[in-house]
């Protein structure tokens, strides 16, 4: 990817991801405030999957069973938005201490093209070593991002040369699904550390361990 995309990736998330972000938050939370998005009253986000880890390992929800699931959609070319809020889940695994064994932090590649195993496996590296990488065909990733309500889009410079030259533009909602992947919170894009291990923990201790 070139220095020049990169910039141009960074000004259309900045621009047109904004007002994704605040209009996911504002859906999200007035059907958490309304308490009924769905008959049985729980907000309509997430369900099944199947997905390949950073490992190679083909893993479903189930897999993830018994933990919290703090999760995050993006790509690794992401020049910005994506290795902040990574940043900030790893720092916010920090911040709960021994309540973190009960968490468990997941990347969602909405960027299969670029990202297979080993693009995903370099990249979480670089964060928390208990983050789980995401990735699959564009079939795979188009069903989880639509069960999970993310938006994402490719964008394509005009002079491109190379096929893989090009950004996603995207929404960046970080969730915190429960021990039965049923959605419980969400945070959006900037918010400090402390803020979601508060509320996580909070949450954690609501329910019981």
Partial sequence: ?????????A????????AIWFATDRMLSSRQGAGSATATGAISIGGAFKMTDHNGKTVTDKDFAGKYMLMFFGYTFCPDVCPTELQAMSETMKDLGKDADQVTPVFVTIDP???????????????????????????????IAKTFRVYYSKVVEKDAKDSKDYAMDHSAIVYLMDRKGKYAAHFTYGTKPEVMADKIRAIIDKNGS
Avoid: C, H, W
């Fill in 113 to 143: 093209a670029r990202d297979g195993v080993k693009e995903m496996n370099a990249y979480v590296k670089a964060f928390d070593p208990r983050l789980v990488g995401l990735t699959g065909s564009a079939e795979d990733v188009a069903k």
């Fill in 1 to 9: 990817m070139t220095r020049k995309t990169a910039l141009i990736g």
């Fill in 11 to 18: 000004v259309i998330l900045f621009i047109g991801g904004t």
